[in-house]
Nanobody, 124 residues
Framework: QVQLRESGGGPVQAGDSLRLSCVVS????????MGWFRQAPEKEREFVAR????????SYAGSVKGRFTISRDNAKNTVYLQMNSLVPEDTALYYC?????????????????WGQGTQVTVSS
């Protein structure tokens, strides 16, 4: 059984940085493409960033491009989301997700496994 566990969230001020981590257990981590998504209250879950199995391909939502960086360490079974220059609009519950099939996608329905989320709250 695949398990994903996020960490690193918390309350911060606008302009601060945070690094989220997601540890994957249960299967070979390098066999998954990974994504980060977020969901604010009363809003739909939205794509933030994704990374290929080897880490050589990444993609970002327009709202975070240039501020956030996704990366992975296959030796540690971990995917990261470095978030810089945070703004209040980044406040949300952040989820990591894993996709076991081929292809890179940015929609939640294309991911097979999800973590429980870590809360990020940015105050102005």
């Amino acid at each position: 059984q695949v398990q994903l566990r996020e960490s690193g969230g918390g309350p911060v001020q606008a302009g601060d940085s945070l690094r989220l981590s997601c540890v994957v257990s249960g299967r070979t981590f390098s066999g998954y493409s990974m994504g980060w998504f977020r969901q604010a209250p009363e809003k739909e879950r939205e794509f933030v960033a994704r990374i290929s199995r080897t880490g050589d391909s990444t993609s970002y939502a327009g709202s975070v491009k240039g501020r956030f960086t996704i990366s992975r360490d296959n030796a540690k079974n971990t995917v990261y989301l470095q978030m810089n220059s945070l703004v209040p609009e980044d406040t949300a519950l952040y989820y990591c997700a894993a996709r076991s099939r081929a292809g890179l996608f940015s929609t939640p329905a294309n991911y097979d496994y999800w973590g429980q989320g870590t809360q990020v709250t940015v105050s102005s």
